[in-house]
């Protein structure tokens, strides 16, 4: 039985853990079947069955908590602005996405990050160390260096001993996962391990799209039966990272940023396709409507979309008046802040609200 | 030993009586306050609200969760995949509190806060094993509102849609259509039909031989969440307590539309329901024509009940604001477009 998932140590009688093999009795089955359907399937009694059910569903009861003693915890973006559209910062405990075309500054955004993570918690860092896991061409390491020495620019009124990060490629762990195995089993055996040996407070995963683009590539105008599978099965890889991530988020008390591709979006006519079609609504969560100029879809479809709390979204934006090129930080939708834009710059400070 | 599940349970009536008649949790919205009835959600019925992300789910149900609170009543809030954004509660509950003096505001916030108990429950196993033992309670009879804050990515993550499902799916569906396919004025769809036979065909043979353990897949899932429905009924009839419930959508293709977004629990799942509220959003189709500044159409929600108990009847498109200081109302706009989609949606559901 899949007990062992849930719960650490629990002594499985060897004759009723073989029972319920032989019966194919998970442990969901096993809250959820008659009496006389478990019975009938793993041949126990019925006063042995009552007996691990009243067990089990103590063993499995959640963690509760007072909501008094409930705090949320943020990780500072470095910029006051941007922190104050998103409550306070990338919310800890819960994934985080952000997602914009190539050279729409994911990557410093995420690099800025994890400089963040290591500054002390009155400048609304966590004093941790932050993982990089990078699935195209690694952690660009000469720009993090960069970036940490244009820090007291940052913070002009902060003590030096606060924000001068003498190798900041210390507290920072970077990972290169080429292909889709390695990054599964990165995530799910190693990225554990590095939790329990150092105090983490940030993952960073750069970009998450790329190995599934690359493995289970599908074609949307054709829609076949093998498609349709691949979409079932990449749907079920992406349910379970983001449930292996979320679940160290909270256990761990990190934050989880997660750079996303994007493609065109190309508008059609929503008078034909109606009003409940994935296409229409879908201007509303992916981040980019029809009146933006190129608008853009993020990778990995609603199943993915559906994984994440926070969305964002950096938009390049060319005013064709003034020939004036803007960017955009949009909070596409979070539980914590409704949907607003702030304009940003990119500088060697790295992105900053303008 | 007896479980709890053969324990009989009794209630005097008038403590039905009394959780009848009393007002319910409300939403800080008329429109949306009489759809359920007149006052909010009320005590002994399940509510679901389902949508995609962004829509709003997680704030109706903090607005209901701040105005519970407010009434006194004790709450549970289960978390599944995300923390409940307690900053937002604080902000909701700060704004009605009444302001007397300003230290004696937070202290009131906090003993608000009190009132309401946070569970982590990211696996179906502990949901299933909270609601079986949730009549043993400490405060049972306080407790006044239920809130499952995403029941369907648990349910996703413990039965995830396979392959094979889809295959079972369609064998299913072809032998339905096959057998309905004798009427003569179905000859236009006969010859397309015929050439996806002969190409499902293909796969089929292969699949009859999965066939027997892919229908206990599905059938597994069905049979949880008929379990999960069955408990939630069980707590709201003998514990008089409201549940409300958020759910997540999913996409299903449609030859010659494309994806349309679809409600993922259904079939069993809407048996003990009584209310399943869709949200959407969409561009306003009225020009402002007196110059009055509108709500931006990216904080305007939409809204329409897709399951109520048979006397009630809810406009069939209720519009709310999304604010910073919670939901607010917004004038609603029944328009025979909005009807006609309505319709469209509920076909497509079944």
Known sequence: MDISNYVDNFYFDEKIASAFELGEVSTVDLLTLDITELERRTHCSQSELLQLIEQISLLLQPVRCSASKVTSKYLTTGDVKLDETLHGGIPVGQLTEICGESGSGKSQFCMQLCLMVQLPLSLGGMNKAAVFISTESGLETKRLFELARYLPERYPKADKKDIIIKNPGDRVYTILCPDLESQEHIIQYQLPILFNRDKIGLVILDSVASNYRAELRYNRSKSHFRDLDNIAKRGNQLGKLAMTLRTLAHQHEAAVVIANQVSDRIPRDYDAIGLFSLDYQSQWFSGWDDTDPNPKIPSLGLVWTNNISTRLALIKKTDSATNNSGRIFRVVYSPNSPRLDVRICIGSVGIYSC | ???????????????????????????????????????????????????????????????????????????????????????????????????????????????????????????????????????????????????????????????????EDYAYLRLRRNTSKKSSLSDSSQKENTLTLNKENEFSSKDDSNFAFHNSSTKTTINRRKKAIGTISSLLSKITSSCYVAIFVTTQMTSKVVSGIGAKLIPLLSTNWLDNLSYRLILYSRHSTEESKDGQSRPSHQLLRYAFMAKQPPAHSAESELAFQLTSTGIQDYQSIPTNSSQRRKRSILECES
């Open chain 2, 1 to 163: 030993m007896l479980s709890s599940q053969h324990r009989l349970v009794t209630q005097p009536a008038i403590r039905a009586y009394e959780a009848f008649s009393a007002p319910g949790f409300g939403f800080n919205s008329k429109l949306l306050d009489d759809a359920f009835g007149g006052s909010g959600l009320k005590r002994g019925y399940i509510s679901e609200v389902c949508g995609a992300p962004g829509m709003g789910k997680t704030s109706l149900a903090l607005q209901i969760t701040a105005n519970a609170l407010l009434s006194g009543s004790r709450v549970i809030w289960v978390e599944t995949c995300q923390p409940i954004p307690m900053e937002r509660l604080r902000q909701l509950l700060d704004n009605h509190v009444p302001s007397s003096q300003d230290e004696e505001e937070k202290c009131d916030t906090d003993e608000l806060l009190n009132l309401l108990d946070v569970v982590y429950a990211p696996n179906l196993v502990n949901i299933l094993a909270f609601l079986r033992n949730f009549d043993q309670e400490k405060h049972l009879k306080e407790i006044g509102l239920l809130i499952i804050d995403n029941l369907s990515m648990p349910i996703q993550l413990a039965y995830p849609t396979s392959p």
